[in-house]
């Protein structure tokens, strides 16, 4: 940490049960298919064609584990990168007017000087009180940074 706090203040926000489900379906998932589709002994049910099944089935859960254990929040002085499971976008810091991570809701929720909402998948409730301070945290960079008023 700098002295003012700039890195800690700024650091990327990432769920971290995820991540653990991520690393375990994947050594079983991904593994497990690679193991029987380069490995498994040849006969009746294991033929090329299953085999190639079982590694593009590999191939397709890596990509899909990897894009999962992949989300995060990236804040900087000039606004948040938010990382989803399938699309990233970019928003300054007066564009969030809200921050909010009710009891119904899985991940952060961001409310848009737009109109619209945008979900923040790096900030989840599965992290319980973590996740919870990390709320906090995004809450009060919105504030300071975009004199953002709290709605939620």
Known sequence: MTDDGTRDRFRTFRPWWT????LVTGAVAVGGSLLVGLLGEEGVLLGPG????FVGFAVFAAWLLWR?????ARPDP???????VVR???VAWPEIV????TMNDSWVMLDLADGGTLAVMGIQ???GERGM???RRLQALARQLGEAPDIS
């Open 19 to 22: 991540r653990v489900a991520v």
């Open 88 to 90: 990233t976008r970019r």
């Open 68 to 72: 999962l254990g992949g989300v995060h």
């Open 125 to 127: 409730r599965a992290d």
């Open 98 to 101: 809200g921050v909010r991570l």
């Open 50 to 53: 299953t085999r190639l099944t």
């Open 78 to 84: 000039t606004g948040l990168t938010v990382r989803n």
């Open 133 to 135: 301070a990390e709320a």
